[in-house]
């Protein structure tokens, strides 16, 4: 199986603050990799695919970077509705798997 | 409107079986893989299995081989989570979601059903 190490676990920062969220893969995914975000009680939501791509809809404060075993999810400035917990997930086979999570709290 | 919606929230005792839903609708159900997603009580996503229901080819974790049951059902455009005996760790919210990319697994999920939580307790 293909780890995904997220870090950090949890970050503090404030509305308006450039924030930086990264995921390490064990073997090398090409651009196989996506981030969501989760709000409590509800379905994840994807941001970025192919590492580098903005879903339709998601706003472009939000932005994706890396290949190989090393990417980046970046939030330009955080906005109050920004706050939750990010996902990454790699596909590059059928197993996929999730990154453990990043919870994003108010500081 | 593309959208995936879950079977509603269930109560089981250990021991018994469970069948929980995923309808597609506003899209070719046949050509897009669905996977399912298990959330834990306070904890992350794991990916489960997939199908694809053009042909049911079916895709399991390895954590998960032997313990679920996935199918489809093409004629109703719905997917379908099965245990056939539960256990108090089965307690948990799952998701289906759909792979972004016509005809393949290669893709991130970009359609999620809202979710169904599953509680077995004695």
């Known amino acids: 199986d293909i780890q995904m190490t997220q870090s950090p676990s949890t970050l503090s920062a404030s509305v308006g603050d450039r924030v930086t969220i990264t995921c390490r893969a064990s073997q090398s995914l090409s651009s196989w990799l996506a981030w969501y975000q989760q709000k409590p009680g509800k379905a994840p939501k994807l941001l970025i695919y192919?590492?580098?791509s903005l879903e339709s809809g998601v706003p472009s404060r939000f932005s994706g970077s890396g290949s190989g075993t090393e990417f980046t999810l970046t939030i330009s400035s955080l906005q109050p509705d920004d706050f939750a917990t990010y996902y990454c997930?790699?596909?590059?086979?059928?197993?996929?798997?999730f990154g453990q999570g990043t919870k994003l709290e108010i500081k | 409107e593309v959208q995936l919606v879950q079977s509603g929230a269930e109560v089981k005792k250990p021991g018994e079986s469970l069948k929980i839903s995923c309808k597609g609708s506003g899209y070719t159900f046949t050509n897009y893989w669905i996977g399912w997603v298990r959330q834990m009580p306070g904890k992350g996503l794991e990916w489960m299995g997939g199908i694809y229901p053009g042909d049911s080819d079916i895709r399991y974790s390895p954590s998960f081989q032997g313990q679920v049951t996935i199918s489809a059902d093409k004629s109703i455009s719905t997917a379908y989570l099965l245990w056939s005996s539960l256990k108090a760790s089965d307690t948990a919210k799952y998701y289906c979601a759909r792979h972004q990319d016509s005809g393949t697994y290669f893709g991130a999920f970009d359609i999620w059903g809202q979710g169904t939580m599953v509680t077995v307790s004695s």
């Open positions: 997930q790699q596909y590059n086979s059928y197993l996929n798997t």
């Open positions: 192919k590492a580098s």
